[in-house]
């Protein structure tokens, strides 16, 4: 994985991005632990939240840059593919020498590479795109934790074992 990275970041027309989604969040007047200059009430019990908000995050690790979505939906394969596509439109100008998306993926039940509707889905952004997309994942459990985005994921320097391709249609 580490080799896929620095191969990818060294050629101009790739780029590199991470996508991760983390726990979900119970939103609501809830005490967190935190401080505050000003007096605040908060429930007893967090029984029934407002909402929920899971963050779902794309990190371009080259450029240090962080696209923080909150999904408050479940977020599934369709979900990741949906905020990869809407953060693509509002790059694509600025991108438009890329021909090459490697993604970091952490394996997880959404985004493996055996997850059939994942994989369909990121075959028809390729072809609509006109990229080509390179999924590198990171082994089970194997993530680090000391990432720019702990609440995302973000930018990982391991290596990994798995690296899947798809091309697009020109």
């Known amino acids: 994985m580490k080799q896929r990275n620095e191969e990818a970041d060294a050629d101009e027309q790739v780029l590199r991005v991470s996508i991760d989604a983390k726990a979900t969040i119970k939103v609501g007047p809830f005490a967190r632990g935190g401080k505050s200059r000003v007096p605040t009430k908060a429930a007893d019990h967090d029984f029934e939240p407002t909402a929920t908000v899971t963050p779902l995050g794309i990190f371009l690790p080259a450029s240090d840059e962080l696209f923080l979505y909150a999904v408050t939906s479940k977020v599934t394969s369709d979900c990741l593919v949906d905020r990869l596509i809407d953060w693509w439109k509002t790059v694509k100008e ?71 391709w798809i091309r697009s249609r020109r």
């Open 94 to 164: 600025r991108f438009s020498h890329i021909t090459t998306l490697l993604i970091n993926l952490d394996n997880g039940p959404q985004s493996h590479s055996r997850r059939t509707q994942f994989m369909h889905r990121l075959v028809e952004f390729a072809q609509q795109s006109h990229l080509t997309i390179r999924l590198a994942y990171y082994p089970p459990y194997h993530e680090p934790r000391t990432t720019r985005l702990s609440a995302v994921g973000g930018f990982w320097n391991t290596t990994g074992m798995a690296l899947c």
